[in-house]
């Protein structure tokens, strides 16, 4: 992860770096001058990120705080996630039982149709019962297909919540140019 490079590079940045380096000067005339030399820069190397007015420890804090953020963030989309599954299990097996529940009424309602259809035609009802039976199964048909659509939504919602986002790009809209005789005609609204 990005942050936690960053936080690393940071904290690294507040201890002294060595590095051994070679070079010859003539500035000095004896070896005591060279050496001098040679010891005030390692002590100004060493020191410099110790005073620094608290730069270094700020952007450790800094990185401290973005790598928290991150951390955090991700942690809301995980919740987000598994939240947003478990809701659609919940839909869909909701939804599963109602469209089950649907299906053995409509059973029963057809079988109320077709025995009160049949004691119509033997004489025994009048067509206002069939009528009526017509209307409650016709009815409950409506109702399944109703409840089908809501399970295969459930359903549809719960593989996007499996899968992630199935959002394609919108498209631009088309621009139409317009020329002065389009500006002449009339307008119908």
Partial sequence: MAADRDLATAIADQYPRVSLSASIETGGTQIRDI???????????LTQPLIDGGRREAEVDRNEAVVSEAMNEYGTAILTAV???EDSLAEESHQQRYHSSLQQQLE????VYERTRDSYLNGQLNYISVLDALISLQ?????ELSSRRSLL????ELCRALAGSWE???PKPFAMET????????QFE
Avoid: K
């Fill in 179 to 186: 020329t002065p005789e389009d500006d002449a005609r009339p």
């Fill in 153 to 156: 939504e459930a359903r549809i």
């Fill in 83 to 85: 939240q947003e599954v």
């Fill in 108 to 111: 029963t309602a057809g079988q």
């Fill in 139 to 143: 009815s409950l048909q409506r109702e």
């Fill in 35 to 45: 050496f001098d030399d040679w010891m005030a820069n390692l002590a100004a190397n």
């Fill in 168 to 170: 394609l790009p919108q």
